[in-house]
Structure formats: C-alpha cells, structure tokens
C-alpha cells in the first residue's frame, strides 16, 4: 500500500499541483460528484438517488419485461433536472485543463452532456446519454426531445416508429453491456496519460473505475479529488477532500498559470 496525502495532513493541494505539473497528457475521469453542484443528484451519496430507489428495479432484464418500469423511467426523464441543468466551475475547470492541452480526453460515467455544454471537446461517455434515444431493436438515436414530446402527448411507452421496437434514453442500465468501443477507447487512454484525475466519482462501480485503476497499473499517479471515500483511495498518490466546483478550479489555475509564465500558448 503506498502512502496518501489526504485533506487531514499538510499541503493536499500542493501534493496534487506538485504532481500534476509535469505531466502532458493528463487523463480526466469524471463521476457524479462533478455535478452535483449543479443540481443533480448522485447516486450513492448521502442524499443519492439509491437511499430512496430500489436499483434493482432499474435494470435492463425489467425494463424489457415490464411496461410499467418503462412507463415509470420516462416519468422520471420527463422530470429530470438534466434539462435545465447547467454546468458549474468543476465543468469549466475541466474544459480549461483540456484547452490548455494537457488533457486531450476526458472519461465520465455521468450521462448529463454537462462536460460538453461546458465545451470539452473529446468525451467519452461509458455509461452513455441521458439527451437522446436510442431503440433497442434497430439502434436508431433520436434526439430526447422528440420523444420526450410524445410522451407529454400520451404516448407513456413509446416505440421506434421505424422497426417497433422498444426506446430508451440511451444510457447504459444495470445489467446491460458498456460499449466495446467506448470501453476500449477510455483504457488506452488510461494506458497512454501520465497521470490520472478522478473527479467526483466513488469509483466503486466497474467496469468503470478499471480505467483510473488502469491508468495505476501503468505507473501513472492517481489524484483522486472527491467529497467522501472510495474504493480506491488505497491506490491513489495524493487525496483532496473537497467539493469539485471548489477544489478543482483551483488546481487547474494553478497549472495553466504555471504554462502561461513558461511561455506555453493556452486557447482561450
């Protein structure tokens, strides 16, 4: 096990930017903890979306099988904080790091598209996107909106117009595969970054949490900014307890500072 510098012990902060600097290609992986700041809730949190839901209600063998689940998960997306959602400093931060150049690629588990609104460029979203439809059948993506509309109009359990089969929010549910492309894409990634960021994220759900552990495995120091434990704080070089929209900035401003008194060009 190595040794960790944690929020309880001095220079945290600096530990992080100390370790940070010299890399060139930083590997961001996000969690819901980034967004919780602006108004979306976790999952596994104290206030999480799981204290009050039952997760194995939520799996893709039910959602196939019961009409009434479907019925019950489009309710949920019509009301989803999602839409009117905006991103807040961690967002940004990230998207300064990326623009700086030091982190070309961002990995998330999160669903909201909030990095993108942001303007991160290149996002790779392993647990897919709650902003648009995908059929299960035909693997036709639509646009959410358009079949949020037909839910409003009362059409509770829709279906591909195409092919008939069954639509869902093209997000990855318990018990449904991660897509290949996706999940190789995140760990080369993880195979080429000289250092790991994991923002906002329990890392306790895999495959997911493979890629930062991943990124370990090839000698890249994990920085592990989150507020409250995970699963792999043993694995971590340095630990920020913290909040991300707080923290965050802070050691991106740091870094890109740093560049821009080296004479580095950074994009605006």
Known sequence: MK??????TSGPFEAACSLLRPAKRILVFTGAGIS??????????????????????????NYLADPEVRRERWRDRLDSPVDVARPNAAHHAVTRLQRA????????QNIDGLHQLAGTMRVIE??????????LDCSRRLAIATVLDRVREGDDDPHCE?????????????????LDQ??????????RCDACLAVGSTLSVWPAAGVPAQSVRNGAPLVIV???PTDLDDAATVIISGRAGEVLPRVVETLVAELLEDGSSVKR
């Open 101 to 108: 150049g030091l982190a070309p690629v961002v990995v998330t």
């Open 3 to 8: 040794p960790n510098t944690t929020a309880h």
């Open 182 to 191: 996706d999940v190789d894409a995140a760990m080369s990634e993880a195979a």
């Open 36 to 61: 919780t700041e602006s108004g979306i809730p976790d999952f596994r949190g104290p206030q999480g979306v799981w204290r009050t839901r039952d997760p194995a209600r939520y799996t893709i063998a």
């Open 226 to 228: 989150n507020d409250g």
């Open 162 to 178: 195409l092919c008939g089969g069954l639509l869902k929010t093209a997000t990855i549910s318990f018990g449904q595969r991660l």
């Open 126 to 135: 392993l647990h897919g996107t709650t902003r648009e439809a995908a059929c």
